[in-house]
């Protein structure tokens, strides 16, 4: 009977052994796990000033990569929320802003001064860099942050790594992730387990569907 065991966790990484499943089910799971389970990163970057050195694009760039801590439970994605507008709402986005203010000495712009109007979804480190700025210079951004999967950008994996090795025993792996920090290793591989669940599911229907035509 199949099965899954939790071999070592941490707040990084999760390790489990899968048993009785055969080796393409776990590794469509690795998959899954890797860039199939939605986060939240930025997606539109609105620069209300940008006197720094470095090209709005290459700003939108880095906002973009960096993690931020997510809540699927009060959030949806964009494409299933019921807003049916183009730049979201409150139920499938949340904002994000910096302002640097006057500078009189070179310093580094990193994500501790990015702001969110939502407590939780924030970036996980604040010691991420952006951008230097110099005497003079100023940055004022106001950002959008969705949620997304990996499969569309890299910026929503929601692993850094998603690994599959045999053990000693047939139909028997271990699946190790990852997480990014935006949400916990568990959260991962047991999101992995219900997006395949789903996936399989419909697979199943749209033959159901083929037989019946």
């Known amino acids: ?31 899954i796990c890797l860039n199939g389970v939605p986060v939240f990163a930025i997606d539109t970057v609105d620069i209300i000033e940008n006197s720094s050195v470095l090209a709005d694009e290459g700003i939108a760039h880095r906002l973009g990569m960096i993690p931020l801590s997510t809540d699927t439970s009060r959030f ?10 183009e730049s979201g709402c409150s139920n499938c986005r949340v904002m ?34 952006i951008v230097v700025i110099a005497p003079g210079q100023r940055l004022k951004i106001e950002a959008y942050a969705r949620l997304g999967r990996g499969t569309e950008h890299a910026k929503w994996n929601s692993s850094n790594i998603a690994t599959l090795i045999n053990s ?26 219900e997006e395949l669940s789903r996936r399989l599911e419909e697979f199943k229907q749209i033959l159901s569907d083929l037989k019946s035509e």
Do not use: W
């Open 168 to 193: 000693d025993n047939e139909d028997e792996y271990v699946l190790t992730v990852e997480t990014t920090g935006a949400i916990s290793p568990q959260q991962i591989i047991l999101g992995g387990v």
């Open 76 to 85: 949806v994605e964009h494409s299933k929320c019921k807003c049916n507008s």
């Open 96 to 129: 994000l802003m910096i302002d640097s203010g006057d500078t009189d000495s070179t310093r580094t712009i990193t994500s501790s001064e990015l702001t969110s109007e939502d407590e939780f979804v924030k970036p996980t480190s604040d010691k991420i860099p």
């Open 1 to 31: 009977m199949p099965s899954l065991e939790v071999i070592s966790q941490n707040k990084q990484k999760m390790s489990v052994k899968l048993k009785g499943i055969h080796l393409q089910y776990a590794n469509a799971l690795r998959r």
